[in-house]
């Protein structure tokens, strides 16, 4: 379920207003635990981390590639495969704006074995003379405050991915992207309407259909509504 929803103006940052956004959502579930923050690059912030820190927030956000990011994954990392064509690393590091160094799993998956990975693709560094072609690989990097092995770490964060099926539920079944007003607070109020009947479509689902496998909104339409209704038509 969607426990909150902002909408914020397009020019602003995706970190904008983050830790507010988080208080308020935490407030909403109230004592319910959180088990688990991942984000991606466009949060990484030393005030971020501090505060999930200090509220004892277990974190995973995607890193940004500057070049110090981008000289430990091509010379400093000392690669464990895992499997084939996927090696992981880890390491400290300490950005100028962060209080304190922090862990940072390392990622990089050859394009020939994986073609649909993630990640970027890192060219050879100008400054640099590589006996290595570092562009036949792509990197992800993650920092993160816990404790877990590497891999599991990099397992998790990938689970993130399936925020973007919601995403893609919410403006396709849901049309969340179609209701713009031209006042803020009244384009926010419908969003925040299409976002209680999502959720009210997602206990529906869980109460009544109950399926392995995640149904979108026009499949129900058409399996629970459309079809028995015609039937039923046929047999009057």
Known sequence: MIANYWLRPGNTSASTNYLSFLEDTLSRLQNKKVGLIRMDSGFIS??????????????IIACRFNNRIKYSLTHDATWVEVTDGLDISETTYKSDSWEKPRRIIM???????????????????????DEEDFGKYRYSCYVTNLTLPAKVVYDTYRG???????????KYDFSLDDFVS????????CGNFI???YNFMLLFRHALINFDKRQFLKTIRYELLATPAYLGKIKD
């Open 107 to 129: 990622v990089r998956q050859e394009i020939e074995k994986h073609p649909m990975a993630a990640g970027k693709q890192i060219k050879q560094l100008e400054l640099f003379e």
């Open 160 to 170: 993130r991915a399936d925020s973007e099926n919601r995403i893609k539920e919410l």
């Open 195 to 197: 976002i209680m009947a």
């Open 182 to 189: 031209h006042n803020f607070w009244a384009t926010e109020a």
């Open 46 to 59: 030393g005030n971020i981390m501090n505060y999930l820190e200090e509220n004892k927030l277990p974190y």
